[in-house]
């Protein structure tokens, strides 16, 4: 156990010795900006800072983001500390879990005000009020629609169950909610998902070309197609023992779902490794500026 | 040997897997692509539309899931602007927005020529999971009023005379889950016949696929999905091979190659150690 600190020690050393290095001489990791001027106002120009590859850095306007640059490093870290997990929990991981669900909450209880809040719940109801402060664009003369007291009144009651007494009150729009939702997604599924997938599966199993001859290929895809809905189908059909000529159909319809499970899994290791490549494009193109595959620091 | 294996440490194997995707990173292999039929609609159902027409952008992904989708809506990002569609950008994920700022910079830089508000318009995120599709397939305004910014809809040449999404001429839609490409396909492209091509992350295709083509145009699976489109469009528009951002999922396909002739190998070995050591009674 202590070589393996030793070990993990000397590595964190030279992994930190080896990053004061390369900033100190490349200058790595560094996101430069360049300020343009969108709008001329009465207080003063308007100005946007825009990103730009630091092959650009010496041109005119163009300057060293700290925020930018502070982001990418912390990111960096991030990035490494929540790789750190594959060689077990540590606090550096832990750390990094923390900021991510903090952060993700946070992101989403504003942008659930912002967007649901204010842009649905109060401009129906205070819109003059809204127009006012939060929304200046938004058009004048809008009269408040009432029938958005009603979801007003609805999310009071849901936060009911926080107070102390009278829990029970939220029962009735979680209530409202889940009917409306069954509702809501029962029609579609039947037309969308239910009928159609029906209607897709009814397929000729002798295909011709446009030139009117055969077509092996199509006919033989209509033909798996078809068999292989029905084969899953037998296996999920519990009213007759799965024995005799059942019983292989079943089996045949287990095989199918495997090759399904099967190319489900290897799409999801294909994500994943693209997920993993992305990261490590990051830290050594933006970061480490080891790799340049956009070109960006071309020149330096 | 047999030892060895049986007790290899698992950390050695994701030192293997990191190398197999670091080394073809660092160096920049690159492999050609055979587009396949699948893909091959997705392309043809945005080329073969009449320049400049309607085209609803539906980018519903977070950056959780931008190393598989980033390169492929840029890639579709692109393509529309090539031929001069109007681009209706729109997420229903509360972190979609970033994403789609992301293809509007690449649109500012890319195609300085296109006007925001009569080429292309960020509508922003849109909260209420379907909820918001099934409101703008029929009255477009009851919940969407402005743009992202708050310019109200009437104030710009694209959006002001459009009501519904089903004036659109196709919806493009890049999924990485609920609310994703399966809605979209349930409250929008089945019940009112609009025209539908997606592209989605590796976990959910299998269950995108049954759509396809009769619900969907068309469907592009994963970054694998994404290189071969990548390669249609290049192949279309020589000027685009000048433009390394143009080529993005193409370079991820030679970390996957590596990684998953490592993963098939370890698959092998795996199976090898399970039948000796059941011949030796070790199991």
């Known amino acids: 156990m202590e070589r393996e600190k030793l070990f993990w020690t000397a590595l964190m050393l030279l992994g930190g010795l080896f990053l004061a290095g390369r900033a100190a001489m490349v200058g790595n990791g560094r996101v430069y900006v360049q300020a343009e001027t969108i709008a001329e106002t009465d207080a003063g120009p308007v100005v ?236 050594f193109d933006d970061w480490l500026w080891l790799i340049d595959p956009t070109m960006q620091r071309m020149g330096m | 040997m047999y030892q060895f294996l049986k007790t290899l440490d698992r950390r050695w194997i994701f030192l293997l897997i990191l190398l197999a995707v670091a080394i073809p990173i660092y160096w920049g292999w690159q492999f050609p692509e055979r587009p396949s039929p699948m893909v091959r609609s997705v392309f043809e159902a945005i080329e073969n539309l009449p320049d400049g027409s309607h085209v609803w952008m539906a980018y519903d992904y977070d950056p959780g899931a931008q190393g598989e989708l980033h390169p492929m809506a840029f890639a579709f990002t692109r393509q529309c602007a090539l031929k001069h569609h109007k681009m209706y950008f729109m997420t229903l994920w509360p972190q979609g927005p970033p994403m789609i700022q992301e293809n509007i910079d690449l649109l500012k830089r890319e195609f300085p020529d296109l006007t925001y508000g009569e080429d292309y318009v960020n509508l922003g995120y849109r909260p209420g999971y379907e909820g918001p599709i099934k409101l703008a397939v029929t009255d477009l305004r009851s919940t969407i009023a402005a743009d992202v910014d708050g310019t109200s809809l009437d104030d710009m040449p694209m959006t002001a005379d459009v009501k519904n999404i089903q004036e659109m001429d196709l919806i493009i839609n890049t999924s990485a889950g609920y609310p994703g490409t399966k809605e979209w396909v349930l409250y929008a492209s089945t019940p009112y016949n609009i025209p539908t091509v997606a592209g989605c992350t590796g976990v959910q295709s299998p269950y995108l696929y049954p759509y396809v083509p009769r619900q969907l145009n068309g469907l592009l699976g994963a970054i694998k999905g994404a290189a071969e489109y990548e390669f249609l469009l290049l192949e279309a528009y020589p000027e685009l091979r000048e433009n390394p951002n143009a080529r993005e999922a193409l370079r991820r396909m030679g970390p996957q190659l590596l990684a998953h002739l490592v993963i098939i190998a370890l698959i092998i070995v795996g199976n090898i150690v399970y039948f000796v050591g059941r011949s030796r009674g070790d199991m």
């Open chain 1, 48 to 283: 946007h800072h825009r990103g730009v590859p630091p092959s650009q850095r010496s041109e005119a306007n163009v300057s060293l983001s700290w925020p930018r640059t502070i982001g990418l490093w912390v990111a960096a870290f991030c990035t490494l500390g929540i790789m750190s997990f594959v060689l077990g929990d540590n606090p550096f991981y832990k750390l990094m879990e923390s900021i991510f669900v903090g952060v993700s909450a946070a992101y989403l209880m504003v942008a659930g005000f912002w967007d649901e809040l204010v842009q649905n719940l109060f401009k129906s109801i205070v819109p003059g009020l809204m127009r006012n402060s939060f929304l200046p664009g938004l058009e004048e003369g809008l009269q408040p629609d009432l029938t958005y007291l009603a979801p007003l009144l609805m999310s009071i009651m849901m936060l009911w169950r926080l107070a102390p007494k009278g829990a029970w009150i939220a029962r009735w729009p979680l209530a409202f909610f889940i009917g409306a939702t069954a509702g809501f997604r029962l029609v579609s599924y039947l037309e969308s998902d239910f009928v159609q997938q029906i209607n897709n599966t009814i397929l000729p199993l002798i295909v011709y070309t446009a030139d009117e001859s055969f077509d092996v290929w199509g006919s033989l895809r209509n033909s798996l197609v078809v068999v292989g809905v029905l084969l899953g189908l037998v296996y999920f059909f519990f009213s007759v023992p799965h024995r005799g000529v059942v019983g292989g159909l079943a089996r045949g319809g287990v095989w199918l779902l495997m090759i399904t499970f099967g190319a489900s899994f290897g799409y999801t290791v294909m994500g994943r490794i693209a997920l993993l490549a992305d990261r490590l494009q990051f830290l």
